[in-house]
């Protein structure tokens, strides 16, 4: 376990360092044998226990200093529309939850060496875009991976940063991690390079960023930071229905003389209720109830509302947060603008030790639907490669109309295997284990038919009459491309081979990939959970694909064109997610699998780890 001392007053410095830096050097000279010296046992042999942080909060010596607070507090910004009183934390022993992982047998050499082989490739590619980050970017946003500058569309707090910080821990860099730490802790919430601030993307990277970081390393710097960043979050609820805002004004919220805001009449799903997982966290390492009721007055408006949608069960895209109406909308996706908050319905779940009923029964009631109307199975030439996959579309309810599925796969929505898988596990339902490891092989099938290896970010295919008998019917497959083709003078030959069409896509809408994790994530979780060592191999061919045709001078850029082999140029953008997220799950599939062990984390939206509780450790801790 950490032990660390914040100094009192002058400049933050980060007391606990593990490892020095010939031993990070040695470990990139030495190849995979460098793995063994830094990482020789379970990651919690770094961490603390899930109920530990209470005694830090009782040390509020350094809070009112400028490094904890910045040029602004956060904890005194008004708060006009006042909640009388607040939902508590579910009470009582956390239960003991179905395990999630495989009991995995001890590994041979040869498996281990290959695995840390591949593992310390992964650093590597990490540590050459964070090495540059450091040298022309520290502190920004964002780097420019291919002429090397610094960009800011996170509000200007480093975005990459904080959102990298686990992964160093992970990785064991601890250099680089606590030399970041201190870096975090001149960062200054009280003031931004925007005017309103994205209340989702702030929450997930940011937020869940230091959380996580937090629950680590046990960095006290990281708490204080949290809960700045938490108070000013705290403030897009201040509205008349205290529903959240989609954008925070950061003066507004300042103001004194005002009455709050009002909630937005249009806010996609996602953004209203993906705050619920780094909210509780927050809630639950400094005790302080109102982070909690924020987030589960929006979950009571959902178990309200979730029979009155136009599919009941399932969420639409957009809500009315203002008259918290989610019955207008007739569009409904797992993919972008709504993925995450069906995400945490089963790791709020976990998150909360199983004590709070609402969360099973969201999962519950909405997971049937998505199977039914959404997933389909791809007609694929090879029929019997076909039965084993599935792809999630997109669905409309008109009236009077038969709901049908409208086959547009994106990249975002990947996530929907380890999904299902994880809480097929959660809920011991092997039915929707089955269906994440079938959602999951369609992720990697979509990786390995394109020309660079690597997958879109939208495509569409034929979907299936049905999932268990479906021959391939070339008529048809022409007409579904032609259907889709913008030149229809263009005949079927002229389209597929000047679209690079693979055989069974009928179009690729979206050629580019921007660094995304979704389908490594899935891969991983389903590791994870079967133990099938296959899924490693399929991991490292999306790495290699993936690299090949992203790397820059600098570090990865977003692909333009996935069918372009020898690949383009990329573009000179590389969001703080490929080193938050991509990267830290192409380690962890690498990595020994009590390395975030899933039966004791619960992963964000952003691949943050959450400490679950755990009824032994409160036993003992308590
Ligand atoms: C939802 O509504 C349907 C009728 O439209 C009803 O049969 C079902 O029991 C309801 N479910 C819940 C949980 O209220
Ligand atoms: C193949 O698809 C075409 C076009 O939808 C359809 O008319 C035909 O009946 C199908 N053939 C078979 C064997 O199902």
Request: hydrophobic share 40%.
């Amino acid at each position: 376990m950490v032990k660390i001392k914040m100094p009192r007053g002058g400049a933050y410095k980060p007391m606990s360092r593990r490892h020095n830096r010939t031993l990070v050097y040695a470990l990139v000279v030495g190849a995979f044998f460098g793995a063994f010296y830094i990482y020789n046992g379970p990651i919690d042999a770094f961490a603390v226990p899930w109920d530990a942080h209470e005694g830090y909060m009782n040390d509020r010596s350094n809070v009112d200093g400028f490094i904890a607070k910045g040029s602004y507090d956060w904890r005194k910004a008004p708060f006009h529309n006042k909640i009388e009183s607040y939902t508590p934390l579910p009470a009582g022993k956390p239960r003991t939850l179905p395990p999630i992982q495989f009991d995995f047998p001890e590994e041979t050499s040869s498996q281990r060496a290959r695995r840390e082989l591949r593992r310390v490739a992964v650093r590597k590619e990490f540590e050459r875009s964070w090495g540059n980050y450091k040298k022309y970017a520290w502190t920004r946003d964002e780097l420019m991976p291919i002429t090397g500058r610094g960009d800011d569309p996170f509000g200007g707090w480093g975005a990459t940063l904080v959102d990298s910080l686990d992964t160093l821990w992970i990785m064991g860099l601890k250099d680089d991690f606590y030399e970041a730490v201190e870096a975090v802790a001149h960062i200054d919430f009280g003031k931004s390079v925007m005017s309103t601030i994205s209340v989702f993307e702030t929450t997930i990277r940011y937020l869940g960023g230091l959380l996580a970081a937090f629950d680590l390393s046990n960095e006290r710097v990281l708490l204080d930071k949290a809960i700045q960043l938490g108070e000013m979050l705290y403030r897009s609820f201040d509205t008349t229905n205290n529903m959240p805002l989609d954008r925070l004004p950061i003066e507004g919220a300042k103001q004194t003389g005002g009455a709050g805001f009002s909630a937005d009449n249009q806010i996609c799903f996602a953004a209203i209720g993906s705050l619920t997982m780094e909210f509780t966290r927050l809630a639950q390492v400094t005790q302080q109830p109102k982070f909690y009721d924020a987030v589960a007055r929006v979950t009571e408006l959902f178990d309200r509302a979730q029979n009155s949608t136009r599919i009941p069960g399932l969420f639409p895209t957009w809500v009315n947060a203002q008259r918290e109406d989610l019955a207008a909308d007739r569009s409904f996706t797992v993919g972008a603008m709504a993925d995450s908050s069906y995400e945490y319905f089963p790791k709020m779940h976990a998150l909360l030790g199983g004590l709070e009923p609402v969360y099973e029964k969201l999962y519950k009631e909405s997971a049937p639907m998505i199977d039914k109307h959404m997933l389909f199975r791809p007609m694929m030439p090879e029929e019997e490669v076909g039965q084993e996959l599935l792809y999630c579309g997109n669905v409309n309810a008109y009236e009077d109309v038969e709901i049908k599925v409208d086959p547009r796969m994106q990249h975002l929505t990947c996530f929907v295997g380890g999904f299902f898988a994880l809480a097929g596990r959660i809920f011991e339902n092997s039915h929707d284990v089955d269906l994440g490891a079938k959602l999951t092989e369609g992720c990697i099938y979509a990786y390995k038919a394109m020309p660079t290896g690597v997958m879109p970010e939208i495509f569409y295919t034929t979907p299936c009459e049905d999932r268990y008998v479906c021959p391939w019917n070339q008529t048809l497959y022409e007409a579904e491309v032609m259907r889709h083709s913008y030149l229809h003078r263009d005949d079927f030959e002229a389209t597929v081979s000047s679209s690079r069409l693979p055989r069974g896509f009928t179009k690729l809408e979206d050629k580019r990939y921007l660094l995304r994790p979704e389908a490594i994530e899935s891969v991983f979780v389903m590791y994870r959970i079967t133990g099938r060592e296959e899924y490693l191999d399929h991991a490292w061919d999306m790495f290699l694909g993936v690299q090949k045709a992203s790397r820059t001078k600098f570090g990865n850029g977003q692909i333009l064109d996935i069918t372009a082999d020898p690949p383009l140029l990329p573009e000179d953008k590389m969001e703080s997610f490929w080193l938050a997220e991509t990267l830290k799950y192409f380690y962890l599939i690498f990595s020994p699998p009590d390395m975030i062990d899933l039966d004791d984390w619960v992963l964000n939206t952003e691949a943050h780890p959450f400490r679950r509780p755990k009824s032994l450790q409160m036993e003992t801790g308590g």
